[in-house]
């Protein structure tokens, strides 16, 4: 949820060994993420008491996204054109239901090429 504090967020991205968060409103659509780039370019060194802070307020908002049975080629288009080291899959009322991350997209290309 957008209302999380900075510390919620960095602790959850730190126990799941994740590094993007998906941020949603309070009916569940996806309204930004919460990348470890956001972390070290808005947080680090610049924010006092991540208790305080909202995740609203340093997230991303309205990222790229990508519906879940769309070709995996868009997310690579994605990541290569943007830089983008996740891309968030939505339905089609904008709820989020997963991450193609740049791993999932490694692991993906070495099965096929087996």
């Known amino acids: 949820?957008?209302?999380s504090?900075?510390?919620r967020a960095?602790?959850?991205m730190k126990t799941h060994k994740i590094g993007c968060l998906l941020v949603t409103d309070v009916e569940d659509k996806l309204i930004g993420v919460f990348t470890e780039n956001d972390l070290l370019r808005k947080v680090?060194?610049?924010v006092d008491d991540l208790t305080k802070a909202?995740?609203?307020d340093y997230m991303t908002a309205d990222p790229f996204t990508l519906?879940?049975?769309m070709p995996i080629a868009n997310a690579i288009h994605l990541m290569a054109v943007h830089g983008f080291r996740h891309v968030p899959l939505i339905d089609d009322?904008?709820?989020p239901v997963g991450i193609v991350s740049f791993r999932d997209v490694v692991g993906y290309l070495g099965q096929q090429l087996r």
């Open 54 to 56: 909202t995740i609203a």
């Open 5 to 7: 504090s900075l510390a």
């Open 10 to 12: 960095v602790r959850q």
């Open 93 to 95: 009322e904008g709820h």
């Open 67 to 69: 519906k879940n049975d």
């Open 44 to 46: 680090v060194g610049l």
């Open 1 to 3: 949820m957008a209302a």
